[in-house]
């Protein structure tokens, strides 16, 4: 139980963005991504922007990030954050940024509208960029009835931690009736197990960082990490694993009965879940259903990754679970977006009939 297995084989998810004449995906192929979506839980959407509308995003990003006033999300790797191993943060409803969310929203719209209605409330658009010497996330699930999208803005390789997955472990009606009835818990075991090895990972790494010249640790930042009383679900904290503090991972899920079970089952979870590894090209896009099982891998290149987010809501969400897992712009804030709003909103482009997106450029 030292190493966590991941394959980076993503072609049976993968599924290339054909366009109609209005520039939405053709019927075909939007019903290929919700095949993909119903069975496995996330689509991967190959050549769906263009690289000037890539190019795009990428300026709204390096914008945000450059701002000292941005808005840094509150959830996924705090302490990273805090020490710029990730800059995770929220995107302004600008004119810009609320086209290019639009411009994702009506390519995507017959995916999005089988799942979401047009009065659903988008939560957040995001950046989300890992930087040398960052954590490895726990798996874990964020809160259900959302739809997210991640876009890469620029070429993602492995060693910069494109997002794991573990398909097939997204919730539904009667999901937990698979596997003979126990697919709840082998799900649970399967988490336990892969965020055990993570938990080690993350030790062993900020180790070999104390003498690491190429990504130091900063003055303080190791205590921070293992031993810090302040609320992170995603460090190897020694004190919260002990104390149990931690509801991702904690000393808690390792007592001697599911270490039983673990041994129990070990062949089973083998052959039932697998973890997958994206690193998307460019102009590809990812949608997910929140409660799949997923984690932001540790980026191991010095080179940043960068992924633009979005998540739109499939139902209801009461406000405190909306903030468990998603920091929405102070902007977005006070004024709300609804999916029917960007399907509305003035795009990027207009319509094309080409049929496929590297074909498209932006107007102007």
Request: with cysteine; aromatic share 8%.
């Amino acid at each position: 139980m030292t190493e966590l297995k991941v394959s980076s084989d993503t072609s049976v998810f993968e599924v290339p963005a054909v366009l109609d004449e209005n520039g939405k995906l053709s019927p075909q192929c939007a019903r290929q991504a919700l095949t993909m979506m119903d069975a496995h839980g996330l689509v991967i959407l190959t050549g769906l922007l263009s690289d000037p509308e890539t190019r795009v995003g990428l300026d709204l990003m390096r914008q945000t990030i450059d701002d000292p006033e941005r808005s840094q999300c509150a959830f996924a790797s705090e302490t990273d954050n805090r020490y710029l191993r990730r800059d995770f943060c929220s995107l302004p409803s600008t004119p810009l940024v609320t086209s290019f969310a639009a411009t994702l929203c009506q390519r995507l719209e017959d995916v999005f509208l089988e799942y979401c209605g047009r009065s659903r409330p988008v939560l957040e658009v995001a950046t989300f960029t890992s930087y040398l010497g960052s954590s490895h996330q726990y798996i874990h699930r964020d809160p259900s009835g959302v739809i997210s999208l991640f876009a890469a803005v620029e070429d993602v390789s492995e060693q910069q931690g494109g997002t794991v997955f573990v398909p097939g472990t997204h919730l539904y009606g009667g999901s937990g009736n698979r596997h003979g009835g126990q697919a709840d818990a082998l799900m649970e075991l399967f988490r336990t197990r892969c965020n055990y090895r993570i938990f080690w990972h993350n030790l062993k790494k900020l180790w070999r960082m104390r003498r690491n010249e190429a990504a130091a640790l900063a003055p303080g930042e190791f205590m921070d990490r293992v031993f810090s009383t302040k609320w992170d679900q995603h460090q190897p904290n020694l004190l919260r694993f002990v104390l149990g503090k931690n509801s991702q991972f904690s000393l808690r899920k390792l007592g001697p009965r599911t270490l039983w079970k673990l041994y129990r089952h070990r062949d089973a979870l083998d052959s039932l879940f697998n973890l997958v590894q994206t690193a998307p090209r460019k102009g590809t896009v990812i949608l997910y259903r929140s409660d799949l099982l997923h984690a932001g891998p540790d980026n191991r290149s010095p080179d940043p990754r960068r992924f633009f987010g979005m998540s739109i809501a499939r139902d209801v969400l009461e406000t405190k679970f909306w903030h468990d897992g998603y920091s929405p712009h102070p902007t977005l804030m006070a004024h709300p977006t609804s999916l029917g709003d960007l399907l509305e909103s003035p795009p990027l482009c207009a319509p094309h009939s080409v049929p496929n997106p590297q074909q498209t450029a932006l107007a102007g």
